[in-house]
């Protein structure tokens, strides 16, 4: 019997230690071939551009082609999910963001993909903040303001989003139901349609994010009442957040990151974070995505963007479920 639980045991450590043999050479050959980099978004958006940054850098280190591929559709729906199924084997990437790990499997009636049981979240690259906007020709000079415009005008003010579902649509929602207005939501193709809209008139107010946003903010082509993250932006510093003007709570940011199928080996994830946080704190590439309106992230290893995404989904879940707001 001892001679028998021996040789088990013998055969555990060799098997262990064969495999950590095996995940440290997989590591270390990979990459051997292109890696895709799939963005789950139509060309030029801040996903994208961040996502051809990130590949250049990636590149350069790797040694191998990092190769952005663009598949937009159903609210990213099917980027993400063409990487979910993919070979786990590190060599397709997704751009994950918000709306593909948090909100999208409540807004959509069926998804195609488990958000945390389908991927591995590597980490998260950027944040940006969004910030209230108002047209310039709307009476309401500040949050306290706006609310009190929206009860005298239930159902005659109207906000607009970049799509049904995006932080913008539901930060609208959020806003109504913490304030007990009523305004109409009017969803388009894109924030840069909207706001094109807004500054023209045609729509009231907006919830964009500050990369799109702080432009015409600068320009004053729109009026800016808050932003709505907990803290101040430190790009519009003497700017108050929604929970200082008395919203208490409010909070929501924009953000996305990299992810990867579920079943890519330790090894691989350990060498991949390593890569993209050495190309996220490239001096460069920090000031180019500072340009974008995005502070650094604190969120940086995947045991952390993974509870991160929990979190979100969680809170998003609840949101979409109360706002009524469902994918068309």
Do not use: C
Not at 80 to 85: M, S
Not at 118 to 145: C, F, G, M, W, Y
Not at 275 to 285: G, Q
Request: proline share 7%.
């Amino acid at each position: 019997m001892r001679r028998l639980l021996l040789l088990i045991f013998l055969a555990g450590a060799q098997w262990a230690g064969w495999a950590l043999g095996h995940g440290l050479a997989l590591a270390q050959a990979w990459p051997s071939k292109p890696v895709r980099l799939i963005v789950p978004y139509a060309a030029g958006g801040p996903v994208d551009i961040s996502a051809r940054l990130l590949a250049a850098k990636l590149q350069e280190s790797l040694g191998q082609p990092v190769v952005p591929e663009n598949r937009p559709g159903a609210g990213g729906n099917i980027g993400v999910d063409l990487t979910a199924k993919s070979a786990p084997d590190g060599y397709t990437l997704a751009m994950s963001a918000i709306a593909t790990l948090a909100i999208n499997p409540s807004l959509y009636a069926s998804l195609p993909y488990d958000p945390l049981k389908d991927l591995r979240h590597v980490t998260l690259l950027v944040q940006v903040p969004n910030v209230l906007i108002v047209a310039n020709d709307l009476p309401a000079k500040s949050v306290k303001e706006l609310i009190a415009l929206a009860r005298e005008r239930p159902g005659k003010l109207d906000f607009g989003s970049g799509s049904t579902g995006s932080t913008g649509h539901l930060a609208g929602e959020m806003f109504k139901m913490m304030t007990g207005t009523y305004m109409v939501h009017i969803p388009y193709k894109g924030s840069t349609p909207a706001l094109a809209d807004m500054m023209a008139g045609r729509i009231h107010l907006m919830f964009d994010n500050l990369a799109s946003a702080l432009p015409s903010i600068k320009s004053e082509k729109v009026r800016a009442l808050g932003m709505t993250t907990k803290a101040r932006s430190s790009f519009v510093p003497g700017l108050p957040t929604l929970d200082e003007a008395g919203l208490k709570g409010f909070d929501m940011t924009t953000w996305w990151g990299v992810s990867v199928a579920a079943k890519t080996p330790p090894a691989v994830m350990e060498r991949l974070s390593a890569e993209i946080l050495k190309a996220m704190d490239a001096p460069d590439m920090k000031e180019r995505l500072r340009g974008m309106g995005s502070e650094a992230p604190a969120i940086r290893t995947p045991e952390q963007f993974s509870v991160f995404v929990a979190a979100e989904l969680k809170t998003y879940t609840e949101l979409v479920k109360r706002s009524g707001a469902k994918a068309d």
